[in-house]
Nanobody, 118 residues
């Protein structure tokens, strides 16, 4: 059983930055990748970033060049640095274990709200 706890969400103005953190605890069995999904009201869930156990990264086109995912394995923590935030980045962000496509994962955090005000 893996537990994921997010922190770092909040409200910022357009162009601002936030860093989300996801602390992982519990079993380390079969961890292939960690990722961040986001869900905005009325919109489809989107996988915005993922990092593999080999530290390769992948990003949604909508956030490339603005978001950076990283991992501190010693702290069992994954980060999502978000720069140049836009109103369309407003969503609940979920940390996940082993993301698949845009909607599935082995474990989910509780979510953290990010609001970007224009």
């Amino acid at each position: 059983q893996v537990q994921l706890v997010e922190s770092g969400g909040g409200s910022v103005h357009v162009g601002g930055s936030l860093r989300l953190s996801c602390a992982r605890s519990g079993s380390t069995f079969s961890i292939n990748a960690m990722g961040w999904y986001r869900q905005a009201p009325g919109k489809q869930r989107e996988l915005v970033a993922a990092i593999s156990s080999a530290d390769s990264t992948d990003y949604a086109d909508s956030v490339k060049g603005r978001f950076t995912i990283s991992a501190d394995n010693a702290k069992n923590t994954v980060y999502l640095r978000m720069n140049s935030l836009k109103p369309e980045d407003t969503a609940v962000y979920y940390c996940v274990l082993n993301p698949v496509g845009n909607s599935r994962a082995d474990s989910w955090g509780q979510g953290t709200q990010v609001t970007v005000a224009s």
